[in-house]
C-alpha cells in the first residue's frame, strides 16, 4: 500500500541532497543569459488523502484506509530575474479509499448518515480539479543555455486558487431495502467549490539536448472537510469544519515555449527539443 508520509520521508532527504550538491556546485553555470523564458510543463504520477485536521489544528482519526489515485497537471510558468518563476496550474486528481463499516463521526447527526447500516463495507470516491496561480524559487541562478550535462535545479514552491471537487459515498453493497448503494454525494450541480494552498519541493532536471524533466513532491490543503464524502463532527455533535490533506508524487516534462523581455526576439526559442544543437 502506498504511504504519502513512509515516500515523504525518502524524498525530501534526496531533495534536499540535490539542493545541497547544486548550491555547491560551480560547473556549467558562469555564462547566464538574462532572457526569461516562457515553459510549459506536463506531469503524472500518484496523489492520496493523507489526513484532516481542524481549524485550530488537531489532527482527525483516519475514518478510511484511504488509497492512492492518479494526478495530472498542466503548468504554464515564466522565468522571472534569476531565481523565480511564476505561473498557473491546471490539475486533476482522483481519490478513494475503503472502511469495513460506516463508523463516522456524521452518524445520527447529519441528514444523510441518519440510518446507517453497520457491518456493510462502504468506499469513497472523488475527482477533483483544481486552478492554482504559484511562484516558485530555485536555489541555482538560471541557465537559459544549451546544457551539454546533466544540471539539476532544485525548486521550493506555494500557490493558491480554487478546487473543484465531485464525491460520492456508497455501500460495496446495496443494503436489503435500499435501491441504490449511494449514503452521500457532491456531483453535477450540487460539485464542491472551495479555496486550496499547496506547497512543495522538487527540481528540474536538464539532460542536455534541450529537454528537461522535473520531479515534485507537493502538500496540497483543501478548504473543506468532505473529499472522502463525509463531515466530520466533535465529541459534542457540532461540525468541526476540518480541512483534508493531500499529498502529491509527480514526474513530468518541460518545455520551453518562447522567450520575453532581454532577448533578441520576443517570438520563437532556440532551445526547443527539435532544435538543432548550437
Known sequence: MFQP?????????????????????????SSKSKKNIWTASVSGGVAQLVSEFTNDFQFLENEFQHNP???????IGRTLGKHWEPGISIGVYK????????DFTANGIHSSFKEIYPGI?????NISSSLLFYMRYYFREFSHHQQHRLRF???????GGMNVFAT?????????????PVIFQKSGPNKGNVGQLSVGL??????????????????????YDCLDGVHNYNNEGERNHAKDIVSRLMVGMVIPIGTASGGNSSSGNEYLPWSPAN
Do not use: C, M
Open 5 to 29: 508520509l513512509k515516500i515523504s520521508r525518502i524524498i525530501l532527504p534526496g531533495i534536499l541532497f540535490i539542493i545541497s550538491f547544486s548550491l555547491n556546485s560551480t560547473a556549467g553555470s
Open 69 to 75: 489515485g492518479w494526478a495530472f497537471n498542466i503548468n
Open 95 to 102: 481519490l478513494s479509499g475503503t472502511a469495513e463499516q460506516a
Open 121 to 125: 463495507p462502504v468506499e469513497y470516491d
Open 153 to 159: 535545479d532544485p525548486y521550493a514552491e506555494i500557490g
Open 168 to 180: 460520492e459515498l456508497f455501500y460495496q453493497t446495496t443494503p436489503p431495502g435500499k435501491e441504490h
Open 202 to 223: 522538487g527540481t528540474q532536471v536538464d539532460f542536455g539536448r534541450n529537454w528537461k524533466l522535473t520531479v515534485s513532491l507537493n502538500t496540497d490543503w483543501v478548504n
